[in-house]
């Protein structure tokens, strides 16, 4: 029994964890196995390959850590980068907040470049940093792609065209915990040294799989790197990757499982469609807020995230209250502001295993707690608007074609 247990399914729409969809809390229900039989490790080498798919790398070398997208964090830094490097890191939202407090509280030399929460990462400071280091004392660059406590996503490839024009080494680590699987992810092509994931977003699993690929170039860097780590130590994976056993420490085979299936799903579907899904559902939901008369946090469209959304309220009504009365009368979750946006925002996460109708339900949800809080919504107006657009550009399901 739920603990607070509520008539029908929950609507869940943070932006993370989100929805788990059928077929992979199915292939998650199984008891417990030896993984050191050879089930586990033939089962790995498979979920290796395909890892590297959602990144968009024929060169990267990934690794399933059980661990959150914060420790995730800290395995990208801690196995590239030596206590005392400076790295240029951007603050724009709550998450990438806290990932420049690890940085720092791992003895990082830490430049931050500090925007509006609502705008993306100031890309021309960076040119003028990056053009200034002649003797290169810049270590690396750190960016949250996708900043899902405003909305924000950022553009890899100009980060990508300024290293590249001013010939500068240093590595390029990107946080796509919202972002991979569901927006444009090109980590070879960008020349992403460092990408990282959680299973909780759009792949669409439980929390508790931090997943991490690394470039040539940044395994290199582990070879020197000074930083203290022990579990998310990368030299033992890659000793036990030689061995074909692959897990250092007892993995979550549940998870692996699970794994298997979303990806299983995502490939299906196709990652490309994927992909156009997520920018429909996000479009929707922004002509949703729009028809609303309401605010994007986001200031400009070339930020506007597919995968989240942040709604800004009058300055007459808390934002938590709109969460509060969804959760309590419409067994609806919908994302809190965070930090500096906190009571002055509210999310709708559209991220993961969700189609337009699961949307258009939870529009609707959030018309009516618009209601209840006293914003004078007229009733049918978002969903109308996202509706009208859906109509004209959702295909046919291509496995149903």
């Known amino acids: ?30 008891n417990n196995e030896d993984y050191r039989s050879p089930a586990i490790p033939a089962m790995t080498k498979t979920l290796l390959e395909d890892v590297k798919k959602i990144f968009k790398t024929t060169s990267g070398t990934p690794f399933l850590i059980p661990t959150t997208g914060t420790g995730a964090w800290e395995s990208a830094l801690t196995n590239t980068l030596s206590p005392g490097d400076k790295i240029i890191s951007f603050l724009i939202g709550q998450f990438s907040l806290l ?3 690890q940085q720092k509280r791992l003895n990082f030399d830490v430049d931050v470049v500090e925007s509006d929460w609502g705008q993306g990462a100031n890309l021309e400071v960076l040119a003028s940093k990056i053009a200034a280091d002649k003797s290169h004392t810049i270590k690396a660059i750190c960016i949250v792609h996708n900043e899902t406590a405003t909305g924000v996503t950022n553009n890899l490839a100009t980060v990508r065209k300024i290293l590249d ?11 796509g915990v919202s972002s991979i699987c569901a927006l444009d992810f090109r980590m070879d092509e960008w020349g992403v040294d460092v990408a990282l994931t959680g299973s ?8 508790g799989l931090g997943i991490v690929c690394a470039s040539p170039k940044a395994l290199e860097a582990s070879k020197t790197a000074k930083s203290v780590r022990v579990f998310f130590d990368w030299s033992d994976y890659l000793k036990f990757y030689k061995l074909g056993t692959y897990w250092p420490y007892t993995p979550s085979i549940q998870l692996l499982y699970g794994l298997r299936a979303a990806l299983d799903l995502l490939f299906e579907e196709g990652l490309e469609n994927v992909i156009a899904r997520h920018a429909r ?6 002509l949703a807020v729009e028809a609303w008369g309401l605010k994007n946090c986001t200031q400009k469209e070339e930020w506007f995230s597919d995968t989240v959304t ?5 300055p007459y009504i808390d934002s938590t209250e709109i969460v509060k009365r969804a959760w309590k009368r419409y067994n609806l979750s919908l994302g809190l502001g965070l930090n500096k946006v906190a009571g002055k925002v509210f999310r709708i996460g559209h991220l993961g295993n969700l189609n337009e109708l699961q949307l258009l339900g939870c529009l609707a949800g959030v018309e009516m707690v618009l209601k209840d809080i006293g914003y004078p919504v007229k009733f049918g107006s978002g969903v ?12 046919l399901i291509p496995s149903r074609i």
């Open 1 to 30: 029994m739920d603990y607070v247990n509520g008539p029908g399914r929950n609507h869940l729409f943070v932006p993370g964890p989100v929805n788990i969809p059928e077929q992979v809390l199915r292939a998650m229900n199984r």
């Open 99 to 101: 990932w420049i407090d």
């Open 165 to 175: 024009h001013y010939q500068h080494p240093a590595l390029f680590l990107v946080d």
């Open 200 to 207: 909780q977003k759009a792949l669409s699993l439980p929390t």
């Open 281 to 286: 559902l996000g479009k929707a939901t922004r």
């Open 310 to 314: 942040a709604v800004v309220v009058p």
């Open 384 to 395: 109308a608007a996202a509706s009208a657009f859906l109509q004209n550009s959702t295909p």
